[in-house]
């Protein structure tokens, strides 16, 4: 969803960004503040119950994800390794949100059916991502499936945020069934379409549709 508006929300934080350019900052160390931000939002705020002002601070520190990438290539610092981090520290602030639901469903909500929710989607999430990265490391593409990252982060969001502000704990929890059948579904779906990939490839004598290298 994010992905959609990106155009706008580029225009709105471009002033910050050129600030930031100006006083010497640079893109990486954005990711690592914004990493850091929506984590800590994430597990100090969510644990104990603050469920609205963790969503805020979350939510103030996502917009790094645009922030960084800006920066990037308006100084032509793009790199190799940037893009290495950038993927790396989205994968610990995905991580770091739906962590922090499993504890506030461990200690404030008492909840142990959306706790195990919660780690579904914390773990489905990071498969799916890994997921079209092994793909692509092997020569394939998994971009394919119906939960895409930007979409699970605005979705969790969203609803975590309306619930607290209305009271309405209900919104939370159809997100978490929502987002946890679908990251499933997408996993499904994206070693499906590599394993068709893979055959076609073994049937035009390319690399062995079964088997390779286990990934570390």
């Not at 579904?120 to 499936?145: D, I, K, Q």
């Not at 997408?186 to 499906?192: D, E, P």
């Amino acid at each position: 969803m994010l992905d959609h508006f990106r155009a706008f929300w580029t225009k709105v934080i471009a002033p910050v960004a050129h600030l930031l350019i100006r006083l010497g900052v640079s893109p990486d160390v954005v990711t690592l503040v914004g990493t850091v931000g929506v984590s800590a939002g994430a597990l100090v705020f969510y644990p104990q119950g603050e469920l609205l002002i963790g969503t805020v601070v979350i939510t103030a520190f996502v917009f790094s994800d645009l922030l960084d990438g800006y920066m990037a290539r308006t100084t032509g610092r793009s790199s190799t390794f940037g893009a290495f981090l950038d993927s790396t520290l989205d994968r610990i602030g995905d991580a770091s949100i739906f962590a922090g639901l499993a504890l506030y469903f461990a200690w404030e909500g008492d909840s142990r059916l959306y706790l195990v929710l919660s780690l579904v989607c914390l773990v489905m999430g990071a498969v799916t991502s890994y997921a079209r990265a092994r793909a692509e490391s092997l020569g394939f593409t998994a971009n394919v499936g119906i939960a895409e990252r930007a979409d699970r982060l605005v979705t969790i969001l969203v609803m975590t945020g309306l619930g607290a502000i209305f009271d309405l704990p209900v919104l939370m929890h159809i997100a978490l069934w929502a987002l946890a059948i679908a990251s499933t579904v997408t996993v499904v779906q994206r070693v499906w379409f590599v394993r068709r990939q893979a055959l076609s490839a073994a049937a035009d004598g390319g690399p062995a549709a079964d088997g390779g290298p286990a990934a570390g």
